[in-house]
């Protein structure tokens, strides 16, 4: 079983599971919970995202976290191959 991480951005979370033994740091895995939370919910698979309180749809801004870890949006979009849609988040945000 691997690591269980939330991963949270403005108006959703989800939970998503790392490899703990693929990345030697926990802030590495977190990254990972990261790109893989922002892929899914691009993807459209809302199926394992819960909406926050006072929230009526999925949106993806500037910053995504993970146990305290925060980044920008933009880079975990570099990190998931996502050039185009990190250009425009950069330009636009």
Same mark, same amino acid.
């Given at each position: 079983m691997g690591l269980?991480?939330?991963?949270?951005? #403005? #108006?959703?979370f989800t939970t998503v599971e790392v490899d703990e033994e693929l990345f030697p740091t926990r802030s590495g895995a977190c990254i990972e919970a990261m790109t893989v939370a922002v892929e899914g919910l691009l993807s459209g698979g809302y199926d394992d995202f819960e909406l926050k309180e006072g929230h009526s749809e999925f949106t993806l801004e500037t910053v995504v976290s993970c146990e305290g870890n925060c980044c920008m949006t933009q880079h975990i979009l570099i990190n998931a191959g996502r050039h185009s849609l990190a250009d425009y988040m950069k330009n636009n945000s």
């Amino acid at each position: 079983m691997g690591l269980q991480l939330k991963v949270e951005c #403005s #108006s959703w979370f989800t939970t998503v599971e790392v490899d703990e033994e693929l990345f030697p740091t926990r802030s590495g895995a977190c990254i990972e919970a990261m790109t893989v939370a922002v892929e899914g919910l691009l993807s459209g698979g809302y199926d394992d995202f819960e909406l926050k309180e006072g929230h009526s749809e999925f949106t993806l801004e500037t910053v995504v976290s993970c146990e305290g870890n925060c980044c920008m949006t933009q880079h975990i979009l570099i990190n998931a191959g996502r050039h185009s849609l990190a250009d425009y988040m950069k330009n636009n945000s």
